[in-house]
Protein backbone atom coordinates (compact mmCIF):
# COMPACT_ATOMS: atom_id res chain seq x y z
CA UNK A 1 0.00 0.00 0.00
CA UNK A 2 1.00 3.76 -0.12
CA UNK A 3 1.44 6.10 2.82
CA UNK A 4 -1.08 9.32 3.07
CA UNK A 5 0.14 12.08 4.91
CA UNK A 6 -2.70 14.59 6.45
CA UNK A 7 -3.13 17.65 3.95
CA UNK A 8 -3.28 19.83 7.52
CA UNK A 9 -4.15 19.90 11.65
CA UNK A 10 -7.00 22.02 12.71
CA UNK A 11 -7.22 23.83 15.98
CA UNK A 12 -11.15 24.68 17.16
CA UNK A 13 -11.53 26.11 19.92
CA UNK A 14 -14.95 27.15 21.87
CA UNK A 15 -15.43 29.46 25.16
CA UNK A 16 -18.01 28.05 27.92
CA UNK A 17 -21.27 28.23 26.34
CA UNK A 18 -20.23 28.40 22.68
CA UNK A 19 -20.98 25.86 20.09
CA UNK A 20 -18.16 23.95 18.48
CA UNK A 21 -18.30 22.46 15.19
CA UNK A 22 -15.57 20.35 13.56
CA UNK A 23 -15.57 19.86 9.90
CA UNK A 24 -13.41 18.11 7.35
CA UNK A 25 -14.87 19.43 3.50
CA UNK A 26 -13.07 17.10 1.15
CA UNK A 27 -15.21 14.06 0.08
CA UNK A 28 -14.72 10.61 2.10
CA UNK A 29 -12.78 12.54 4.83
CA UNK A 30 -13.13 12.02 8.21
CA UNK A 31 -11.89 13.83 11.37
CA UNK A 32 -9.59 12.11 13.27
CA UNK A 33 -9.52 13.50 17.15
CA UNK A 34 -5.41 14.11 18.04
CA UNK A 35 -5.90 16.46 21.43
CA UNK A 36 -8.75 17.68 23.33
CA UNK A 37 -8.37 20.26 26.14
CA UNK A 38 -11.03 21.71 28.61
CA UNK A 39 -10.19 24.14 31.18
CA UNK A 40 -7.46 26.66 30.66
CA UNK A 41 -3.61 26.58 29.50
CA UNK A 42 -1.18 28.28 31.60
CA UNK A 43 -0.53 32.07 29.94
CA UNK A 44 -3.55 31.46 27.42
CA UNK A 45 -6.22 34.67 27.42
CA UNK A 46 -8.26 32.77 25.19
CA UNK A 47 -12.10 33.28 26.74
CA UNK A 48 -11.47 36.70 28.66
CA UNK A 49 -9.66 34.83 31.78
CA UNK A 50 -6.83 36.19 33.19
CA UNK A 51 -5.17 32.68 33.27
CA UNK A 52 -2.05 33.16 35.69
CA UNK A 53 -3.16 29.42 36.31
CA UNK A 54 -3.11 26.31 34.28
CA UNK A 55 -6.67 24.27 35.27
CA UNK A 56 -7.71 21.33 33.19
CA UNK A 57 -10.41 18.74 33.97
CA UNK A 58 -10.79 14.89 33.83
CA UNK A 59 -8.73 15.08 30.18
CA UNK A 60 -9.15 11.69 29.46
CA UNK A 61 -12.78 11.44 30.14
CA UNK A 62 -13.24 14.80 27.60
CA UNK A 63 -11.00 13.39 25.08
CA UNK A 64 -13.01 10.28 24.88
CA UNK A 65 -15.73 11.52 25.07
CA UNK A 66 -15.35 13.85 21.81
CA UNK A 67 -13.58 10.94 19.90
CA UNK A 68 -16.54 8.61 20.22
CA UNK A 69 -19.01 11.75 19.30
CA UNK A 70 -16.95 13.00 16.25
CA UNK A 71 -14.35 10.54 15.19
CA UNK A 72 -14.28 9.75 11.22
CA UNK A 73 -17.53 11.72 10.80
CA UNK A 74 -17.72 14.42 8.50
CA UNK A 75 -18.78 17.38 10.80
CA UNK A 76 -19.34 17.22 14.10
CA UNK A 77 -21.54 19.76 16.56
CA UNK A 78 -21.97 20.03 19.84
CA UNK A 79 -21.73 22.17 22.66
CA UNK A 80 -19.22 23.02 24.67
CA UNK A 81 -20.02 24.18 28.71
CA UNK A 82 -19.29 22.92 32.23
CA UNK A 83 -23.16 20.95 32.04
CA UNK A 84 -20.85 18.77 29.52
CA UNK A 85 -17.54 18.46 30.67
CA UNK A 86 -17.10 19.88 34.53
CA UNK A 87 -16.24 22.76 35.75
CA UNK A 88 -12.16 23.07 35.48
CA UNK A 89 -11.23 26.38 36.88
CA UNK A 90 -13.43 27.68 39.55
CA UNK A 91 -12.99 30.93 38.50
CA UNK A 92 -14.64 30.41 35.34
CA UNK A 93 -13.43 31.23 31.32
CA UNK A 94 -13.43 27.58 30.45
CA UNK A 95 -12.83 26.87 27.44
CA UNK A 96 -12.42 23.98 24.72
CA UNK A 97 -9.52 23.21 22.33
CA UNK A 98 -9.58 20.61 20.10
CA UNK A 99 -7.13 19.63 17.64
CA UNK A 100 -8.10 17.46 14.81
CA UNK A 101 -6.99 15.99 11.38
CA UNK A 102 -8.91 15.15 8.13
CA UNK A 103 -8.13 11.74 7.32
CA UNK A 104 -9.46 9.08 4.04
CA UNK A 105 -12.14 7.30 6.60
CA UNK A 106 -13.15 5.04 3.31
CA UNK A 107 -9.26 3.75 2.85
CA UNK A 108 -7.38 4.44 6.43
CA UNK A 109 -6.60 0.87 7.47
CA UNK A 110 -4.24 1.05 10.64
CA UNK A 111 -5.52 3.34 13.17
CA UNK A 112 -2.13 3.62 14.57
CA UNK A 113 -0.61 5.13 11.88
CA UNK A 114 -3.51 7.18 11.47
CA UNK A 115 -2.68 8.64 15.12
CA UNK A 116 0.79 8.89 14.18
CA UNK A 117 -0.24 11.55 11.25
CA UNK A 118 -0.21 9.02 8.46
CA UNK A 119 -2.69 7.53 7.17
CA UNK A 120 -1.97 3.60 5.78
CA UNK A 121 -4.20 3.06 3.05
CA UNK A 122 -5.69 0.08 1.54
CA UNK A 123 -4.65 -1.48 -2.26
CA UNK A 124 -7.47 0.13 -4.23
CA UNK A 125 -8.71 -2.75 -7.24
Not at 92 to 103: E, M
Not at 111 to 121: A, N, Y
Request: proline share 2%; hydrophobic share 25%; with cysteine.
Amino acid sequence: GSVNSYDCIAVTTACDGEVISLQCDAPYQGIWIRSVMWGRDQGSRVCGGKAMWDCKFEQDRTQQWVTDWCQHKSQCTFNADTTMFGNACSEGHNYLKVTYSCIDRQQCTNSESCQQGDSTLAEVP
